[in-house]
């Protein structure tokens, strides 16, 4: 197995992947800020996390997934590209799980539902170090849009409005939202001054 013949089996079964811009922009900045550890929340089948350990051979990631069967294909793929002993699929919600349970990481990457995205900043903040990196994808929800006559796609977009402006307003980071893919958001933790 390869990267290349993972993302075109995601890509053939509809699974949601980062696509290749996005995926770019995450690696460099893994690079930049020398990122050693890494908490993703939102597995799908591993390629995210995969590609961003077999690009980084210092890194260290667990991934959590609500979905099983995704956890267990995610876990096979880690093992047949031999990144099994750097990259820990964990089945679990996000939104249940108890965040205390994971190390503080230097970077927190959030690629789950869309519609809990704030409750995932929150409930995972105390995971991320001082000065660590937090990513958030998929910020402009430019798929959702395309279907805005739908009542429950109108709640998301305005709950997703509501969360951009309060994530660039708000003081515990620096926050710049970058044109990539569906929009990234990438924020620094700010070091904790007295």
């Known amino acids: 197995m390869t990267l290349e013949s993972l993302k075109a089996r995601a890509r053939q079964g509809g699974v949601p992947i980062l696509d290749d811009d996005t995926l770019e922009a995450i690696q460099t900045l893994i690079s930049v800020h020398q990122v050693t550890t890494l908490l993703e929340l939102g597995s799908g089948i591993g390629y995210s996390a995969c590609a961003f350990a077999y690009a980084h051979p210092q890194l260290k990631i667990q991934s959590l997934e609500q979905d099983e069967a995704r956890v267990k294909d995610a876990t096979n793929n880690a093992e047949a590209l031999k990144l099994s002993d750097r990259v820990q699929f964990v089945h679990a919600n996000a939104r249940t799980v108890d965040p205390s349970l994971f190390h503080t990481v230097d970077c927190l990457f959030i690629d789950a539902a869309k519609a809990h ?41 305005r709950k997703s409005d509501v969360f951009k402006a309060n994530l660039i307003e708000d003081s515990r980071l620096d926050c710049t939202l970058h044109a990539v893919g569906d929009t990234l958001a990438v924020c620094i933790k700010k070091e904790v001054t007295r």
């Open 117 to 157: 995205q704030a409750a995932f900043l929150d409930r995972f903040f105390p995971c991320v170090k001082p000065g660590g990196l937090i990513l958030i994808d998929n910020i402009a929800l430019n798929r959702v849009k395309k279907h805005t006559q739908s009542r429950a796609a109108r709640a998301l977009l």
